[in-house]
């Protein structure tokens, strides 16, 4: 499958909690250069950096990737990835995934099995993936973001809160008792995206939704209107990305093998 798909890695420079992080020292190469590093050995035909900040670009100058500078008025990361496939002249049916810049150790094989599963059903728009949660903690965490999936591998929803909701089990909360119930029913949604181009451009030219405004998930825009989301069990451990300085340093042991 090597070959037949690319990557877009959109990257601000700006962030609230960890202020340029995407020039963040990780074991001697700013953290742009790790996720250009996992895009590459997952085998994509084509991988580009798209930024606001020329000073992200100049970082992966000596990277094999591209290097794109694109407008600083994106709301999402999804945007900044149809301005690239725009601006390239990508074929409507080509297939791109979004891997986002503060993923400095997804695993390749998770990129390359996103674009898998539109490769394999040319009827499919979108794609993403998942993990079960066995923690019950994770499952009331609501920056755990939870995907409820239909017996057909397609998403009905996703949400911030616990669902699908034990009634009896979680009337204690997160501090209950016990292992979760019913196990293997609650995944955890990994934020990485593969689009057949046409659906990228249906998606970003979409008003946002009612449900996406009320959990602040922009996946609910497809999901609200209709818009099929194929989701698949990674095949790898995904390590939750960078947000704040706590998890720069878990990254950074990560990465060195220390505790």
């Known amino acids: 499958m090597s070959g037949s798909f690319k990557v877009v890695i959109p990257a601000r420079y700006a962030s609230t909690r960890l202020p340029g992080k995407p020039l963040a020292d990780i074991g001697g190469l700013p953290m742009i250069a790790r996720v250009v590093e996992r895009a ?11 930024s606001d900040d020329e000073r992200v670009l100049e970082a992966v100058r000596d990277q094999p990737c591209e290097a794109r500078i694109t407008r600083s008025d994106h709301v999402s990361g999804s945007d900044r990835v149809m301005e690239v496939a725009a601006a390239c002249g990508w074929p409507m049916d080509a297939v791109v995934v979004n891997v986002q ?5 997804i695993p390749p094989v998770v990129i390359s099995q996103v674009a898998s599963l539109l490769l394999q059903d040319p009827d499919c728009g979108v794609a993403t993936l998942c993990q079960t949660v066995t923690e019950r903690e994770l499952v009331f965490d ?9 017996s057909d591998g397609f998403a009905r929803y996703f949400s911030r809160a ?3 909701f034990a009634r009896e089990a979680f009337r204690a909360g997160p501090a209950g008792a016990g292992p979760l119930p019913h196990a293997g029913r609650w995944r955890r949604h990994i934020g990485i995206y593969g689009y057949r181009v046409a659906a990228l451009q249906q998606f970003v030219s979409l ?3 009612e449900l996406e405004r009320i959990e602040s998930l922009e996946q609910l825009r497809l ?4 818009i099929g989301i194929r989701v698949a069990e990674a095949l790898a451990p995904v390590p939750a990305g960078v947000d704040t300085p706590a998890d720069l340093e878990r990254v950074r042991r990560q990465l060195t093998g220390s505790a």
Request: charged share 15%.
């Open 223 to 226: 999901v609200e209107r209709g």
């Open 142 to 150: 609501p920056n755990v973001v939870k995907v409820v999936m239909g």
């Open 101 to 105: 810049g503060d993923e400095p150790l």
């Open 40 to 50: 590459v050995a997952s085998g994509a035909a084509q991988v580009v950096v798209a």
């Open 162 to 164: 616990p669902v699908p």
């Open 207 to 209: 008003p946002v939704g």
